[in-house]
């Protein structure tokens, strides 16, 4: 037993104790085990391993309800930013395309989309980028497990594959990254039976055809938008309000734009039931509460998007000590990642409190790498962290909103600069612009330090990834004006404002 465990660094089967190897030797397998290869995982490993440490990151994906499956990344490349971004630009083409004939382009016949090109151009895209992943672990020596991770004990992580072989792990130091998973309402029935989620839609492999969105979270928005914007039939039902979290002005401008544009909204209406009709089509009943009517409709195809769970069950953190946010089932984690368990760490997704977005599991995942190999002490600032929201008309924000803003400092304590104003791509296409806004929240007195800033429009991610950079600064309103503007863009815009909604004046931008 001894002489096999000494060839500590090969996976040990179940029987070789791994409490025994660490006592024996006071080593572990590995510096570093990450559970969860995607946006936070693998920027942790990687790091770590660039560092000098010695690395493992276990990465499994459970099949969505209905079978979808995909392979190394994560949320953000299989499921998430990545495919969405992409159909989201698919989208804006037919947009565009619309446009290029004011343009004076000349296109012979009506256009149409085929969802399976597009589905496979995407699929193949988020293929690349797998493969991409796993060279990258190569390259940089992580040792790639692709099992089922779950805790053992402080340093001890079970790796299972789907075959269900099992590989122990030592590791001074743990990290979990499982992120989340879609959720599917319990109370309704049909709901998992015949609906799909976020999980699935980017890899089907025919067209959805006419969509029920269930939720207007921006996941759900974005889908309806997309599918929109390729000539389906699209619906969203929002129980109350839409982008909850995000400031509601700028919401009611992004879900303005969406009806507009052709995407239906069945407001104030929950969902009762899902039916298949013997046509094949699903009929889904709900309660209209503003009528307090019952309705229904039939789809080709139910999107729930009610929100996500996080990858908590199975991974026995409780029985490790590893506390648990009672009401979400996130991990609870301190400012410097550490969990209730010394040397356990989470970060992304799974993580309680945290901004459930891919720049920010990276970063915090490198940043624990960083001190996790002694290079450095530095936390990850999650403050101002911007996001965009890929809607028909983009919606994108940095800091506080005007809610926020209000509640934080009092009404009085606060101005708000905005404009309504027109991209000049839209005047010769003679595009609606009405929902094309920018609000600028500052502090009204002294240095008038901006608190939040909010920009509706083409390319909106764009624009305030640029300003964020100020934000993080401290950047104040002064700051603001006294930025030149490059012309002619939309984003010049935001170094113009100059009517408060105080004071009540019309705030539409006129000239050029
Ligand atoms: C539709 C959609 C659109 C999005 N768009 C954006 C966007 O535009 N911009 C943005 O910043 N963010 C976006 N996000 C959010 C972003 O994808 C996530 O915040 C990000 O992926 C979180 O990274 P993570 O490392 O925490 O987890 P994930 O990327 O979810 O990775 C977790 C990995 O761990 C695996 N795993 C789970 N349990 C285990 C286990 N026990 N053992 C081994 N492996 C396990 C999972 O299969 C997964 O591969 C979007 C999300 C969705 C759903």
Aim: hydrophobic share 35%; aromatic share 8%; proline share 4%.
């Amino acid at each position: 037993m001894a002489a096999f465990c000494r060839g500590k660094h090969r996976l040990k089967s179940i029987g070789c104790l791994h409490t025994s190897t660490r006592n024996l030797t006071g080593k572990f397998d590995y510096d570093v085990v990450v559970v969860g290869g995607g946006s936070g995982g693998l920027a942790c490993s990687k790091e770590a391993a660039q560092l000098g440490k010695k690395v493992a990151v276990l990465d499994y994906v459970e099949p969505s309800v209905k079978g979808t499956k995909w392979g190394l990344g994560g949320t953000c490349v299989n499921v998430g930013c990545i495919p969405k971004k992409l159909m989201h630009q698919a989208a804006l083409l037919g947009t565009a395309m619309k446009d290029a004939q004011k343009y004076g382009w000349k296109i012979p016949g009506p256009a149409s989309h085929d969802w399976a090109t597009m589905a496979a151009a995407v699929q193949n895209h988020v293929k690349s980028l797998n493969w991409g992943h796993r060279v990258q672990l190569q390259d940089k020596k992580v040792k790639y497990l692709n099992m089922k991770g779950s805790l053992v004990d402080g340093h001890t992580v079970k790796g299972e594959t789907a075959r269900g072989k099992e590989t122990i792990l030592t590791a001074r130091n743990i990290v979990i990254a499982t992120g989340g998973r879609p959720k599917y309402p319990t109370h309704v029935p049909g709901a998992e039976e015949h609906g799909i989620t976020s999980d699935d839609i980017f890899w089907l492999k025919e067209s959805p055809g006419k969509t029920l969105v269930v939720g207007a979270s921006y996941v759900g928005l974005e889908c309806a938008g997309f599918l929109t914007g390729i000539g389906q039939d699209a619906t969203i039902m929002v129980r109350s309000i839409a982008l909850r979290g995000f400031d509601q002005q700028m919401a009611g401008l992004v879900t303005g734009y969406m009806e507009a544009y052709g995407t239906k909204f069945a407001w104030n209406c929950t969902p009762k039931k899902v039916e298949k009709l013997p046509s094949g089509a699903l009929q889904v009943t709900w309660i209209n509460s503003s009528t307090k009517q019952e309705e229904h409709d039939t789809f080709d195809s139910v999107l729930w998007a009610v929100g996500r769970a996080p990858e908590s069950q199975l991974l026995n953190l409780e029985k490790v000590g590893v506390q648990l946010d009672k009401e979400t089932g996130k991990i609870v984690v301190a400012p410097d990642e550490a969990t209730s368990v010394p040397n356990i760490y989470a970060i992304g997704d799974i993580s309680q409190g945290r901004p459930e977005l891919t720049p920010t599991a990276i970063q915090a995942g490198k940043l624990l790498a960083r001190r996790l190999a002694g290079d450095s002490k530095e936390l990850m600032n999650y403050d101002h962290v911007p996001t965009a929201v890929f809607t028909p008309l983009e919606y994108s924000c940095v800091g506080l909103t005007e809610e926020e803003a209000e509640q934080k400092h009092g009404k009085d304590s606060i101005e708000v600069f905005h404009a309504f104003y027109k991209p000049l791509e839209f005047t010769v296409a003679e595009r609606d612009a009405s929902q094309c806004y920018i609000k600028v929240v500052c502090l009204r007195e002294e240095d008038q330090r901006l608190l939040g800033l909010h920009f509706t429009g083409p390319g909106a991610g764009e624009v305030i990834q640029g300003f964020a950079l100020g934000f993080q600064c401290g950047a104040t309103y002064t700051h603001l004006l006294n930025t030149v503007g490059i012309h002619p863009t939309c984003a010049e815009e935001l170094t113009k404002l100059n009517v408060t909604k105080r004071s009540g004046l019309d705030a539409t931008v006129t000239g050029c």
